[in-house]
Each structure stands twice: as structure tokens, then as C-alpha cells.
């Protein structure tokens, strides 16, 4: 047998998974933009995914910026650069730390239950008594996931910026002993709008990728528990893979001159 | 010119289906479904279990596409319809799954209510009381109306399904084993129902079922798939008479007979 053969099935597999999933997104995302909208359905999603995603994701970003002090702290002590952390804290957040941990999370937390419920709805014709009562599957559960995670993860970020610029404060004023006035000052001063704004950016795209693998591997799921298992699993490992090669892109779109 | 009785004109049918096949992989399970049913007619599929009766439902709803064959409604060939067509061909039928197949994450009223809301747009205080009344009509309160579809039993579940099935008062409804897992009073009560629908309403039925007290109370024909043909449809009263060594023994449930039963004998 040609050894190159196995190598070339694969190819074509990712390609034909490729395409699947751009048919799948596209579906979905134009019918985020044509009537009839579900205002119930979406505002259900906004509040699963904004509100009820905080503790998570203020949690994860209160000791990510706690972390960041201490570990600059002792970092830049060694060339009595301590000045800098207010600075390292608050870019390193805003652009990064913010965006990607609360995308991780959120994979995990909205991106698993997404996979499931939809999943579930599959293998237990739900999905088909849905096409039966003509309503479009695409409409009624893709699209209102679509809408919510776009527009609630750069929100979440938000809040997760200011929580976790106040974990770093905490960690350099309380143990550290810097002035709370000077950090305070230090962290705005340097602050640009690009740099909240590219977090944002991130943080709706990452929004995006979530609901979309969600949905997806929720939608495909075949054969019972086991298949909707299996979708879960993949929609949390494909959202959060997507996430950084993303996160990768969207820097340089931003940041590379 | 004085009229005089005539015989109804042919009418042609509501639903048509020539020669339709279904494989799922190498398994054949379609092999040539031929039913044609008229308007206002109720028509039962008996069969084995897994002769392919759902999936020739199915296959009329658009949920499986068959390999080949046609399958008109209203005169309209449906197969390779877009999208948008499809759904209008579907607003006409109404489906009750064999497992209920109800949504899990809105209410029993709602479930019942679906069509009325999202289809039609109906206010939900109006389309909640009609759901209460369609719900009265399978013998479920208003207080179920107001559960989750999870925390019904099996046999309620089904009649919420039977019920949502009829609530948007489709043309043509599809009946998958309506009264599998009820007890033998809510059985009649059902298959009274189904035929109220028929009969009062107008409405085209086409009926899966294992329950051959409940085939005779309800059908008009009876057709009988095997091996993925229809291989005896007649009037429902020529079942017992029918002359088919395979309806035969199926219908009077006989251990031995022509029928290939995928179990080892001994
Ligand atoms: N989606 C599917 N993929 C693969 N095979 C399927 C699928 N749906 C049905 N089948 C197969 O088709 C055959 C017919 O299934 P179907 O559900 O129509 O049976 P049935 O006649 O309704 O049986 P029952 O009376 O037990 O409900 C079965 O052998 C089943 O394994
Ligand atoms: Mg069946």
C-alpha cells in the first residue's frame, strides 16, 4: 500500500470537516441577522452565558492579576524595576490574560453545555419534531447561541479587566507595599484604548468560536449518550484550540508592525 | 337538468408514494414503498418491528431522503424541495414521535403550544389556552400543562406529544405508535380521538401501530410492510379475511408462519 495514502485520507478528511463546519457557520450566522428573532431564547442564552459565567471567570481573572504582581514583583526586583508592575499588570490582562482565560472558561462552561443540550436534542429527535413544527433548528437554537456569546463575552472580559487589575492592586499594595494612589495612577496612565479595545475584540471572536463549536459538535452528535458525550468533549477541545490560534492572529492583526 | 347521486369523483390523493427505497449503508430497509392516501382517509401501517415503518414516515417529513423514488403531497412532488418550500409543505402535517420527542426545556403547555406560538405567532396567553383545552382532550390537567416534559411518565408523555401533534389542527398527521405504553381505557380514548380527527376535523391520517384492537377502531386501510414492500394494503375489514399467509400470522400474532424472524429456532 502506498504510505502516503493514510496521510492523504487524512487531508481529506480535515478538509471535508473544514467545509462542513464554514457551511455550518455561515448558516448559522445569517440567520442571526434575519427575521424571525427569538428575543426569549436569546435574552435565556445572554443571561447563562453573562451572568451566570461571572463567578467563573471573576475568579479566574481576580488570581490572574494576583499572580501577575507577585510573579513581576519578584521578577523585576532583581533589577529594581518594581515601578512596572502596575503597567505589566494591567496590558498583560487587558490584552491577553483577560480574553483567553475567560475564553478558556467559558468553553468549558458554555461551550460543554451547549454540546450537550443540543446534543442531546439530537439523538432524541427533538431536533427533528422541531424541523416538523417549521421551525428552523438554525434560527431556534444556533443563532440565539451565536448572538449571546458574541455580544457577552467581551461584557465578560470587561468585568474580568477591572477584577483582575484589582487582584494585582491588592497583591502590590497590601503585601507588596506600593501606594495605592501611585498604582492606581501608574495602571491608567499607561492604559491605551487599543489595548482594552483589541481584548474585547478577542473576547467577542472567542465568544463566537464557542457557541459555534457548541453548536456544531451539539448539532452532528450521532448515536446516544456515548455520541453526545463524545460531541461534548469535542466542542470544548476544538473551541479552546481555536481560541488560541486565534488569539494568536488577532495579536498580530493588532499588534505587529 | 335534475342532479342525480353520483359516485364521488376519484379524488386525487393527499399523499403519494411510488416506488420509494431507503438503504442505510448496505442495509436495505425501503425497498419500493408504494401508499397512496386519500383526503380525509385513515390509513394504518402495520409491520414488524424494524421493517422500516418510522423511516417511511420519516421519509415523507424530510427528515431522511430517501435513495430514490417519489413522494407527492397534494399533487406537489416534495422531494428536492428548497428549504423554504419544505417548511410550508410541513406547516400542513402534523407528527407524533415514537418516542414523544418532546423539548425538554419549555414547559408541557408550551411544548403543545409550539406551533401556535412560533409558527403562527399567536399571543401566549391565547395559545396557552388552547394547549390547556388540546391537553383536556388526551386527559391531562392543566396542572401537567404547567410541568416539564421530564417529570411525566412514558404514557404521558406520549399523549402530550399526541396533543402537539394536533394542536396547530394539521392537514395530514402522522401517528408513530399513538398508543404504545397507555393503559386500555386511555388507548381508546386516544384512538377515539385520532378518529375525531379524521372524521370531524377532516384531517388526512396515517398511523404506525403494533395494536390491532386500536388498527381496527381507527383505520380505513391497513397496509403491511415487509421486507420493505407493502406486500397486502386493503380495507381494514378484509384484515381477517385477507388471504395473505403473512398478514395472517402477523395480525393473529402466530409464532409459526412464513414470516423470517431474525431468531434462532431450536
Ligand atoms: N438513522 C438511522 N441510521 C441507521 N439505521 C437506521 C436509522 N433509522 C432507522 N434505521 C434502521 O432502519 C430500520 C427500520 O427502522 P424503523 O425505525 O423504521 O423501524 P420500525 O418499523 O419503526 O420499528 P418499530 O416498530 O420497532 O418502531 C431498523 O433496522 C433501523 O436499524
Ligand atoms: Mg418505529
Known sequence: MNPLRPLGAAFLNFLEAAGRLTLFALNGLSHCFRPPFYPRLIGRQMIDIGYYSLPVVGLTTL???MVLALQSYT???????????????????????????AGLMIAGRIGAAMAAEIGTMRVTEQIDALETLSTNPFKYLVAPRLIAGTTMMPL???????????????????KLGFNQIT??????????????????????VFGLLVALMGCYHGYNSRGGAQGVGTATTNAVVSASILILIANYMITELFFAQ | MTRTATAPVQASPKIAMRNVKK?????????????????????????????????????????????SGEIDIDGQPILGLSKQDRDAVNAKIGMLFQNAALFDSISVWENVAFTLVQGEGMARSKARDIAMEKLGQVGLSAEIGERNPAQLSGGMRKRVGLARAIAGDPDIIFFDEPTTGLDPIMGHIIDKLIVKCV?????????ITHDMASARRIADRVTMLYKGKNIWTDRI???????NPYVHQFVNGLAEGPIDLPILKN
Open chain 2, 199 to 207: 372524521r370531524e376535523v377532516g384531517a388526512t391520517a396515517l398511523t
Open chain 2, 23 to 67: 438503504a442505510f449503508g448496505s442495509k436495505v430497509v425501503l425497498d419500493g414503498f408504494d401508499l397512496d392516501v386519500m383526503p380525509g382517509e385513515s390509513v394504518v401501517i402495520i409491520g414488524g418491528s424494524g421493517t422500516g415503518k418510522s423511516v417511511s414516515l420519516k421519509c415523507i417529513l424530510g427528515l431522511l431522503n430517501p435513495d
Open chain 1, 75 to 101: 521578577g523585576f526586583a532583581r533589577f529594581s524595576a518594581e515601578g512596572a508592575i502596575p503597567n505589566v499588570v494591567v496590558l498583560s490582562l487587558t490584552r491577553e490574560l483577560g480574553p483567553v482565560l
Open chain 1, 183 to 204: 498604582y492606581i495612577q501608574n495602571t491608567w496612565n499607561f492604559l491605551e484604548f487599543q489595548d482594552v479595545f483589541s481584548g474585547l475584540v478577542k473576547a467577542a
Open chain 1, 63 to 65: 488570581f490572574a492579576g
Open chain 1, 156 to 174: 465578560l472580559v470587561l468585568i474580568g479587566d477591572v477584577i483582575g487589575v484589582f487582584g494585582g492592586y491588592l497583591v502590590s499594595v497590601y
Open chain 2, 237 to 243: 375489514e378484509k384484515l381477517d379475511s385477507s388471504g
